[in-house]
């Protein structure tokens, strides 16, 4: 592409306007799933929002090409004199626009994160008594968001043509809710309430609605012969899309053997598929290299100029054996900021510079690293980037969005818009998470000092 051109489609702000269109869209699409199914509005209508957006950006592109926005109002953007033009203060006006729907996405994702937590696994709710009545259909008198880890599980189908194997279908579906209600970071609809819908015909959106769960597992069983077929499939309720499945073909042999391998398997899954993207996996590396990063990492924690500076050294002898070791990267930066802002070893542009760069480099070798992002996140809110930082924010809580660090930086986004009750909210998650974390306390205390909440502060900071 020609310089020119680019320098042209900077001075029209066409790349603000793609940028400002991407993220208003995206906010538009979040809001539609996660608030359209309280009011039963029909999924086709969250597809037909994702479509619409898709088709409309070439439009939003060439429309902001065309035209320019004057005092006296749009005007084909030929038609204006280059110098009457005020792109450079519709530019600003963008940013801020920008900033703003950004920042709404940042606060969206840690509310869904915070929220529902909240009120769902850490609040300690009984799966049995949160759900209403399912037989007749009413409603809680002020039903809560559905917990993001709440799973219902219906009875499974028996597509035999022997009718007696019906006992087989409930079977599977009982062993799998109670293996289900083991793993402790889940909500699980207690089985009066998910096999009350047995015979009934309705949406999964709806069963979800009424048992108050954000998840529902279903299936089917199929006898021919000695041999029995079963599928599974997870559906996420926000939507009625299907998540995950799988089909097992066995011989009948042992009943109750092909019962719990089939549980084991389908609970294996659901903890990949429920608890986040992926399996959680160690980042693995040399073993000389680890023993020096756990090193490095304990005296990071000491927060003084000579342990900070042994902690460097350390990291820098781990990135000598393993350059590829992304959170190597990610705590020297964090090193640098603490050594910039904590004891003044560097001046503090210079600091924030080296960090960027570190933290940079970790996300180039591990995009999917999710508190690399948030580090860029905090440094670009240093930095007074709002943008960038609701950017690198967004990214890092989509990979993971309960990790306390990841949380915890992004209060430093919400303390520079203003938005310190979110603040506090999201620490006070943070620190219920990790109540031993002296950092995590040490943040809280200073979120409420700016709330004036001058005796909590206190309570914390003694903590």
């Known amino acids: 592409m020609p310089r020119s051109l680019l320098s ?70 030929s038609e204006v004199d280059p110098a009457q033009s005020i792109t450079p203060q519709t530019g600003k006006r963008l ?10 996405a940042v606060v969206l994702l840690l509310a869904n994160t915070f929220v529902w937590h909240k009120g769902g696994v850490l609040g300690g709710r009984d799966a049995g008594s949160a759900a209403p009545d399912a037989a007749s259909g009413s409603r809680a008198t002020a039903a809560p968001a559905a917990p993001l880890h709440s799973i219902a599980v219906l ?10 194997q019906e006992y087989f279908a409930d079977g599977i579906s009982e062993d799998l809710l109670d293996l289900l209600t083991k793993v402790p970071a889940l909500r699980v609809a207690a089985r009066t309430s998910s096999f009350s819908f047995k015979g009934q015909h309705l949406e999964v959106p709806e069963i979800a ?32 899309y299907q998540v995950w499945s ?21 609970v294996k899954e659901l903890r990949v598929t429920l608890l986040g993207a ?60 603490n050594e910039t802002g904590i004891i003044g070893v560097l001046p503090n542009e210079e600091g924030l510079r080296r960090a960027r760069e570190l933290a940079a480099k970790a996300v180039a070798i591990d995009p999917g690293y999710a508190l690399a992002h948030a580090g860029l996140g905090y440094l670009a809110s240093l930095e007074g980037d709002l943008a960038r930082a609701a950017r690198e924010y967004e990214r890092a809580l989509a990979l993971d969005s309960t990790d306390p660090r990841v949380l915890g930086n992004s ?32 943040n809280l205390g200073l ?13 914390r900071l003694r903590t």
């Open 447 to 459: 979120h409420y000092l700016a709330a004036g909440r001058y005796d909590d502060a206190i309570a």
């Open 155 to 164: 009875p499974f189908e028996n597509l035999s043509t022997d009718k007696e």
């Open 278 to 337: 992926a399996a959680p996996q160690a980042r693995e590396t040399d073993p000389r290299a680890y023993a020096l990063y756990l090193q490095a990492r304990e005296l990071g924690r000491g927060f003084s100029r000579e342990s900070l500076l042994r902690s460097d050294s350390l990291y820098r002898q781990v990135l000598a054996i393993d350059p590829r070791y992304a959170p190597a990267w990610t705590e020297l930066a964090t090193n640098i900021v």
């Open 8 to 77: 042209e489609l900077k001075r029209r702000n066409v790349w603000r306007a793609a940028a400002l269109y991407a993220a208003a869209a995206w906010l538009l699409v979040q809001v539609a799933t996660q608030v359209f199914p309280f009011f039963d509005v029909p999924a086709w209508v969250v597809r037909a929002i994702i479509v619409a957006s898709v088709l409309g950006f070439p439009f939003w592109i060439a429309f902001a090409w065309l035209y320019e926005l004057t005092p006296e109002g749009l005007k084909r953007e």
């Open 246 to 266: 799988q089909i097992w073909d066995r011989k009948l042999g042992d009943v109750f053997q092909v019962q719990d391998e089939i549980a084991s398997d389908v």
């Open 209 to 240: 609605r009424r048992l108050n769960v954000a998840n529902v597992l279903q299936g089917s069983v199929r006898w021919a012969g000695d041999r029995v077929r079963i599928t599974a499939q997870l559906v996420r309720a926000a939507d009625g």
């Open 95 to 104: 940013d801020r626009w920008i900033i703003g729907i950004l920042s709404a």
């Open 411 to 442: 209060t430093a986004l919400l303390s520079s818009l203003g938005r310190v009750k979110e603040a506090i909210a999201v620490m006070e998650y943070v620190v219920e998470r990790e109540p031993v974390n002296v950092t995590g306390l040490y």
